[in-house]
């Protein structure tokens, strides 16, 4: 179970480009695939540096989506349905890139702490 959620951002941010970049009828954009992209070879490579460094800009990018959405929301003049719309569905997708990216950064911060223990215990014996 606790292998399977750790494997999970990945495959979310994957999805989440895809969706990002598609216009009907079929179409999608070059940027996006390329962030998908690199997510698939993170899946594939499983490099610790340029996974903290996916989580982290991963996360910036979350915290500029959540002021692009705080800022939609001040425009509202009263906070109707579409204000309560806009905010529930916006503040769902904010939680879920945060897991996500939390999630991330948790996996690959414990594989380089993890590895700096076996190097320093290694050294330690000699």
Do not use: C, H, W
Not at 4 to 15: A, C, D, G, N, S
Not at 63 to 76: R, T
Not at 109 to 114: G, Q
């Amino acid at each position: 179970m606790k292998t399977t959620l750790l494997k999970l951002p990945e495959y979310y941010f994957i999805l989440l480009a895809i969706l990002a970049g598609y216009t009907p009828p079929f179409d999608f954009n070059l940027l996006f695939l390329m962030v998908a992209l690199v997510f698939v070879a993170q899946i594939i490579f499983k490099n610790r540096v340029s996974g903290l460094l996916l989580a982290i800009v991963t996360g910036l990018i979350n915290l500029l989506f959540l002021g692009a959405l705080l800022s939609e929301f001040q425009e509202f003049e009263s906070f109707t349905g579409d204000a309560q719309q806009l905010l529930f569905v916006g503040l769902s997708i904010f939680t879920l890139n945060s897991v996500a990216t939390g999630i991330m950064f948790y996996k690959y911060m414990k594989n380089t702490a993890r590895k700096e223990l076996n190097s320093n215990s290694a050294v330690t014996r000699k």
